[in-house]
């Protein structure tokens, strides 16, 4: 992603504030795995996405028209020795010339030098709770400010929740951050298709789990987005297994729900198909009901619609088909209204996607769900969940879980299904399984 991108997300945010206002981003911290081992580091999805800095230890200060440059990062100093060890670093000299700040100071300076910034700072736009010593270091810093007003030194006068401001505006993706995830969801397509192909009776669920992880990084995209769920037969059932330890079986369905990171950009895809290949015909009738639900929500993703219209569409397809199959007695229009169809649909049918599986930005505006505006990307996610020890159904239903999940672009005339090239028609998977 090219720093003009960067440089316009940080000019869009500095037109929201005045002169003598000062906005404090902190990245994420490094995190320990065990002992000496660190996770691979991933910064601060609002930092990243106003900075294009990827390295930990570091703190962006944003202070339109101010005269010595708007754009200030704190970050590590070139250090030969820990370079040879850990990779080379920007430096103070890289911050300005690769990452386009106009000034740079050592990370070690930020106690010294950002409480006489916010000497002449107006408001503080900071995001409470995004980093732990900022978070307790700033409110001691302000008051130091303010007890020199005998002085003529006023400090701020109010601190505004960044955090809001930031994640509308991520909220709706450019064209850089859309090919990001165009790219991101071809990928982790990609994975779900050589799973779809590998999968045989017997593999073991994390066998799979490897097939997706090999795929995405082939193409460029090293990093799983969330920790791959592989659930074969009532495994399917629980929301967020991620054991993937199970052997798979013959005449089981296996529900696989997995995205990668793309230029830190995530996809989200779950499909579900049989073991060995061919539905049962009790299994096509309850996948077919849960692909005729996400095509129902699908239909309602377009600018101006409520981003709640695509569960409510589901829900009632989902609900009623319950009740054609004998899942579900009762009216339609009361088992909606009282829920009844949480038994074996308890979650949500859509939620953000971006920089975070599950992305920032409201849902609300005011009390009523927001309209669906371009440049919106959210998942269409229906699912059907029926527990093994789920007595009160007929046998034949039991241990079955389904899913299907797509990524979608809010378009200006409708949507585009960033994840179409996952195979999800019964037709389609036997064929590909099969091929």
Request: aromatic residues 8%; proline residues 5%.
């Amino acid at each position: 992603m090219r720093m003009t991108e960067f440089k316009k997300r940080r000019r869009s945010l500095m037109r929201m504030m005045s002169k003598g206002d000062i906005a404090i981003l902190p990245t994420a911290p490094t995190m320990t795995r065990s002992r000496d081992v660190e996770h691979p580091y991933r910064p601060d999805s609002d930092f990243y996405y106003l900075t294009g800095f990827a390295e930990p230890e570091a703190v962006a200060v944003l202070r339109p028209g101010h005269e010595g440059g708007e754009y200030l990062l704190f970050c590590r100093e070139r250090d030969p020795e820990k370079e040879l060890w850990n990779g080379l670093r920007a430096g103070l000299e890289g911050a300005k010339k690769r990452y386009g700040a106009d000034e740079a100071l050592a990370i070690g300076k930020l106690h010294e030098a950002l409480p006489r910034m916010l000497e002449s700072s107006e408001r503080v736009y900071y995001a409470i709770g995004s980093h732990d010593e900022l978070d307790r270091r700033l409110p001691e810093w302000i008051a130091l400010t303010r007890a020199k007003s005998r002085s003529g030194i006023r400090g701020p006068r109010e601190i505004v929740a960044l955090d809001l401001i930031l994640h509308e505006m991520r909220l709706f993706k450019d064209k850089t951050e859309i090919e990001a995830m165009r790219q991101s969801a071809a990928a982790a397509a990609e994975g779900h298709k050589r799973m779809m192909r590998a999968c045989k009776p017997g593999m073991p669920e994390y066998r799979l789990e490897s097939e997706f992880l090999h795929e995405c990084a082939h193409h460029g995209a090293r990093q799983a987005s969330y920790s791959a769920i592989v659930g074969g037969g009532a495994n399917a059932c629980i929301l967020h297994y991620t054991e993937n330890r199970d052997l798979l079986r013959d005449g089981e369905l296996v529900l696989i729900d997995a995205g990668c990171e793309f230029d830190y950009y995530a996809s989200d895809i779950t499909r579900t198909f049989p073991v060995n290949g061919v539905f049962s015909s009790v299994q096509k009738e309850l996948y077919q009901l849960v692909l005729d639900a996400q095509h129902a929500a699908i239909a309602e993703v377009w600018p101006g619609n409520s981003c709640d219209a695509p569960h409510k569409a589901a829900v009632r397809l989902l609900a009623k088909g319950l009740i054609r199959l004998g899942l579900l007695k009762g009216p339609l229009s009361r088992l909606i209204k009282k829920e009844g169809y949480k038994r074996f649909y308890m979650h949500r049918t859509n939620h953000w996607l971006g920089m975070d599986v599950h992305d920032v930005g409201d849902y609300f505006q005011g009390d009523k769900p927001r309209p669906l505006q371009p440049g919106m990307v959210l998942t269409i996610e229906p699912g059907l969940y029926i527990p093994r020890d789920c007595k009160e159904v007929a046998k034949q239903w039991r241990g079955i879980g389904i899913r299907i999940e797509d990524d979608v672009l809010v378009t200006a005339e409708g949507h585009e299904i960033l994840s179409a090239a996952a195979p999800k028609e019964i037709d389609e998977i036997e064929a590909w399984m099969a091929s």
